[in-house]
């Protein structure tokens, strides 16, 4: 029976139900298998045919091994899924070495490389920052001869806006000095509005999308600053932004179905009353990460892990437009994190009740939570879902929140307290 019936390998870091993958796959008809962690284990399915766990899902060798073991058992897989932004190069390259069918590193290099996605960007015609290659100081002080300052500094691989560094002027170059060796990316300074746009690229035109603005930034919340974002609901706004992110998506992925995670800055254009300039920052190959699947799915009712799932698993993704659901129509979200770096532990949280009256989802930790030290926006601090019936009405709850809550934490031995003050909304 093991022989007849196909395995999907899935690659798996999530505690909470980011991904429904028993809606994805049928468990009944595949042998479904995990590599995960021990946080991660806690949500995989009762259902799974067998797991595996490992230190770290992206750590090429533990998953490889992983991958490995279970194929003695299931057979080779017939395809491997990863819907984490963190392990989607190690399902590239597991893909490769299994001779598994999907994306390959060539094919996710354009969404992983920053310099690559930039530039594939604007060959499309489409507006971006200045952008170079970064080897060294001194390739970003010839760049600044020519671009002038401020200027920012970042790894050409990094995720969450990890190394991301802005300088100002010569004085700040040596602060260049310190960083660990890696591939960087340097880029003009573009002060506009940020917003992140989450849809889906059908390979033809744009499917369901929709554009939100971060509410402080996810360069700030490294730092300790809470970061939220609340979705867009001007039309004059939503129309630019719409046909930048349909034109982004075919120039990054062709005539291929992508779901897309994409940030741009948005802000007045010198073409007169009401113009919007729209210009280029990221994009990931990937649903959004923070509260955003839930958001989508609870508010809108749409699953966009669904469709991420289904192009690696080689179907055509096909997703219901949103529609009005009860209470709302306008979805945010809300992260506050803790007042020192993890690992670290909860000993009190303050203004919950007040957040419970404004959220209509929250994820907070009890006292004497020992906060893990993982990559990404699921262990931070406190987590909070909104909605609405309008912006407005969203972004004054997102922002009650921000300046009501706030979590006392002790570190766990090599932490370093933070400002407390940081833990808020930064106005």
């Not at 300790?224 to 046909?243: H, K, Q, R």
């Not at 007169?272 to 994009?283: D, I, K, N, S, W």
Request: glycine share 10%; proline share 8%.
């Amino acid at each position: 029976m093991t022989a007849l019936l196909p395995h999907i390998l899935v690659i798996h870091r999530w505690r909470d139900h980011h991904a429904r993958y028993e809606d994805y796959i049928d468990h009944r008809t595949h042998h479904v298998t995990y590599v995960t962690t021990g946080l991660g284990r806690e949500s995989v399915p009762a259902a799974a045919a067998g797991t595996v766990t490992v230190r770290a899902t992206d750590d090429p060798a533990e998953v490889s091994a992983a991958a490995d073991t279970l194929a003695v058992r299931f057979g080779a897989p017939a395809r491997v899924v990863a819907l984490n932004e963190g392990d989607l190069e190690t399902a590239a390259d597991l893909r490769t070495r299994l001779g598994c069918p999907g994306q390959d590193p060539a094919g996710l290099a354009p969404f992983r490389d920053k310099l690559v996605m930039v530039r594939a960007v604007a060959a499309a015609g489409l507006r971006t920052p200045e952008s170079a290659d970064a080897p060294d100081p001194a390739a970003v002080k010839e760049f600044a001869q020519t671009h002038g300052w401020p200027l920012i500094v970042k790894p050409r691989r990094g995720t969450a806006s990890r190394g991301v560094l802005r300088l100002d002027s010569p004085d700040d170059l040596p602060a260049l000095e310190g960083l660990e060796p890696e591939d960087r990316i340097v880029q003009t300074y573009c002060g506009d509005p940020i917003y992140h746009v989450d849809g889906l690229w059908t390979g033809e035109a744009l499917g369901p999308w929709r554009a939100s603005r971060y509410v402080n930034t996810c360069a700030g919340f490294g730092a300790g600053t809470a970061l939220g974002s609340v979705e867009e609901d001007d039309p004059e706004l939503l129309g630019p932004i719409g046909e930048f992110t349909a034109a982004a998506a075919e120039a990054l992925g062709g005539r291929q179905p992508w779901v897309f995670h994409l940030e741009v800055f948005a802000g007045p254009a010198d073409g007169g009353a009401g113009a919007v300039r729209v210009t280029f920052l990221e994009a990931g190959w990937r649903v959004g990460g923070a509260e955003i699947p839930f958001v989508w799915r609870e508010v809108h009712g749409v699953d966009l892990m669904a469709a991420a799932a289904a192009v690696q698993l080689g179907r055509a993704p096909r997703l219901p437009e949103p529609a009005p659901r009860p209470g709302g129509r306008v979805g945010g979200w809300l992260l506050v994190s803790s007042p020192v770096p993890a690992p670290c532990t909860v000993t009190a949280v303050h203004g919950a009740d007040r957040a419970e009256a404004l959220a209509y989802a929250q994820v907070v930790p009890e006292p004497g939570y020992a906060m893990p030290r993982i990559g990404g926006y699921e262990h931070v601090g406190a987590r909070f879902r909104f909605r609405g019936a309008s912006t407005a009405e969203v972004r004054d709850a997102v922002t009650a929140t921000a300046a009501a809550v706030r979590l006392e934490c002790v570190p766990d031995r090599d932490g370093e307290p933070r400002s407390r003050a940081a833990c808020g909304l930064d106005r």
